[in-house]
């Protein structure tokens, strides 16, 4: 069994060339093992905590490997709570391996991933939701993803929801008093002020679930396809979107027979933007394949800009087909855009649906699109707002089980039913929230949380 103090090591910064590489050392008597090898003015063993000391990393024969830079981190002020040390050297390969070669043969074993943030979990430095949040933080692709997982490394998201634990576990500490003098007829808890309890708690539970597809946009970002008829101008469109020339613009209909996909990034949100061939029957294999492509990408999407020509009008086969892609993705948001309105000045017919009037000649209406595609993610709320969503799978499923469980006890209370019953209830959404903090787990979560983090952290 892996024990939870011996020395590990591990390189902290990205493998490969670089002008600075840290390696990162935690453990019980990690800083003793490490002393032989480093010469300084001064013994590593005097050296402060959270200070640099400047020095040399020599092999076990006494061949210089680096010049280094190290600092300690004495228990329980670290990140791991236990000793810590980070050598900080050149960024070469031959160096590094050098280094960590000397470690291991020093004692030190090399660390698994994310065994260092297992230790500060498991050593009480941060709860599960804020271990996850660090994994989060590492790989975040824009500036909202990373306020999302600062929102959960600061413990304002954990915070809330230990807040919602202590006073599940009053409602249960009063109804299991009850349960105690049960033939005493006595009732410690109001079941008027425990059903507005529950009430209230479920109500935050839905909000907070509410976010989770906001939260899984800033995650994994969100997909956009723009499909249309053949020279609606989609090409033009991608480019205008991106801010440079990434797909052929041709007069031509037809022009694009094959998706294109790229990545944008609007105000800190991460998209996958897809353009794909026109819409049409067509007797020609090639744009066949190209419109099925079409399709399939259209079914994945999250956000469907419909491109249609101003000047042309929607045709009632295109509502037809927007009805049937929703009812195929019923997720599916579909954004109807109509182009070259710097050509035409009334406002089309288009059923039921709303039309953003856009000149992709003109860059008139980008703006406005680009502001809708926003709020499709944020859902309206403002980019602050919008970074305080719940963004991972595991705490989405446990926040749902725990507000159907709360809402199966209030309505025992409105229908009188035993206060066992609803203390069942209770217990079971307290463990639900305590699996998200880690204060009930099982080795498997843990195994399965960890093992998705980088070696190194």
Same mark, same amino acid.
């Given at each position: ?33 490490? !002393? ?44 791991? +709570? ?65 306020? !999302? ?43 008027? +002020?425990? =059903? ?30 723009? !499909? ?32 294109? =996909? ?86 089309? =017919? ?34 602050? =707002? ?54 009930? +787990? ?16």
């Amino acid at each position: 069994m892996t024990r939870l103090d011996d020395p590990i090591a591990a390189l902290a910064t990205p493998p490969g060339v670089g002008g600075l590489a840290v390696i990162r050392v935690s453990g019980s008597g990690c800083i003793g093992l490490i !002393a032989p090898r480093f010469k300084s003015r001064r013994p590593l063993t005097e050296a402060g905590s959270h200070k640099v000391t400047y020095g040399y990393f020599l092999s076990q024969s006494g061949e210089l490997l680096d010049e280094v830079l190290v600092t300690c981190f004495k228990s329980p002020k670290s990140f791991t +709570t236990q000793d810590t040390v980070e050598i900080s050297c050149h960024g070469g390969p031959v160096v590094v391996q050098g280094i960590l070669t000397e470690l291991v043969n020093s004692g030190i074993r090399l660390a698994e991933p994310g065994e260092f943030t297992k230790r500060a979990f498991l050593n009480g430095r941060i709860d599960l939701a804020q271990a996850e949040s660090v994994a989060d933080l590492i790989h975040s692709s824009g500036q909202l993803s990373r306020q !999302a997982g600062l929102f959960q490394l600061g413990g304002t998201y954990s915070d809330r929801l230990k807040k919602i634990r202590r006073d599940l576990l009053d409602a249960i500490a009063l109804l299991e008093l009850e349960l105690d003098f049960s033939d005493e007829d006595v009732e410690f808890a109001s079941r008027e +002020t425990l =059903e507005r309890k529950l009430s209230d708690i479920a109500g935050y539970l839905d909000q907070l679930t509410s976010t989770y597809l906001t939260g899984r946009f800033i995650r994994e970002g969100a997909r956009i396809v723009i !499909a249309g008829k053949p020279n609606a101008g989609k090409s033009t469109l991608l480019n205008l979107l991106l801010g440079h020339d990434r797909a052929i613009v041709s007069p031509l209909p037809g022009t694009t027979r094959d998706t294109i =996909e790229e990545s944008l990034t609007l105000d800190g949100i991460p998209f996958r933007i897809i353009d794909t061939a026109g819409l049409r029957e067509s007797t020609d294999q090639i744009e066949k394949i190209g419109v099925e492509k079409t399709l399939e990408n259209i079914r994945r999407a999250n956000i469907l800009i419909y491109l249609f020509s101003l000047n042309e009008g929607l045709a009632p086969a295109e509502n037809e087909f927007l009805d049937q892609a929703v009812s195929e993705n019923p997720e599916l948001v579909v954004l109807l855009t109509g182009n070259k309105s710097d050509l035409v000045q009334d406002h089309p =017919e288009a059923g039921n649906r709303s039309v953003l009037r856009i000149s992709a000649l003109t860059d008139s209406g980008i703006e406005v699109l680009k502001e809708k595609i926003k709020a499709v993610v944020t859902r309206g709320r403002s980019l602050s =707002e919008a970074s305080e969503s719940v963004t991972n799978t595991r705490h989405y499923q446990a926040l749902s089980k725990a507000s159907d469980a709360i809402k199966s006890g209030r309505q025992g209370v409105l229908n009188g039913i035993s206060q066992d019953f609803i203390s069942s209830d209770i217990r079971y959404a307290l463990g639900q929230i305590a699996e998200i903090t880690g204060e009930v +787990t099982t080795d498997d979560i843990l195994n399965h949380i960890f093992a998705n983090f980088c070696i190194g952290k």
